[in-house]
């Protein structure tokens, strides 16, 4: 039975950190296609017409697929506390909206061309909508997260904390910069990387707050056993 539980966190873990890898592809845009990598955001690589923009589309369709199953072999392996379940609901659907929002890419490049009015593009209003869905998910594995390792496995917390404030700061200068026409590229590519290391290190994270959690509830029930 413990091989059993084991082999199951393994793959739903290798799964995990093989989606976030895949997730962060923005590094193969300075080989791939430098010209949109220069001053573009991560999205532009899968723009409409761009250099080998059906790879960086399928590596986020197939990340949201991989993510999406490794958390359903988590939810069998994991006990099943509030916090955990919400943390893998939010988990599951931060990948369902990378991929979504990979299969409806940007057609014009705003780095490289002069693109038209945003409201005036239903696709592109759509792809920034699961954009800012997913980012919110995301937000979402990290309060649920906080809520699970509070209770069960606190020598997590400085971790969520660091890259909760981390993540946080480089998402809020790329949208500031982005808008005032700085480099906001760089503050997303930090915000892409920290991102992918938070959700690879999500299976470890809850496993340990699992475990804790067994064991204070076998704890509770011989203490009750003992004054009954």
Known sequence: ???KRLLVFTTAAALI???AILYCSWPLGFWLNPAASRTG???ELGAVGQPWNWLFVWLD?????LLGIGCVLLVGFIRKTRGARLCLAMLALYGVCGAIDAALPERCVPSLQVCGPVFKDPQLILHGVFDLLGSAALVGTLIAAWLDVRRYSRM???WIY???AASTL?????GILYVVNGPGYWAQRYYLTLSCIWVGSLPFVLAKADKLSIRKSRRLRRELSRTN
Do not use: N
């Open 17 to 19: 950190i093989l989606s």
């Open 1 to 3: 039975m413990k091989q």
């Open 61 to 65: 369709i197939v990340s949201g697929l």
């Open 41 to 43: 955001l991560a999205s």
């Open 156 to 158: 997590w917390l400085p």
């Open 162 to 164: 660091w890259i909760g």
């Open 170 to 174: 480089f998402a809020v200068l790329s």
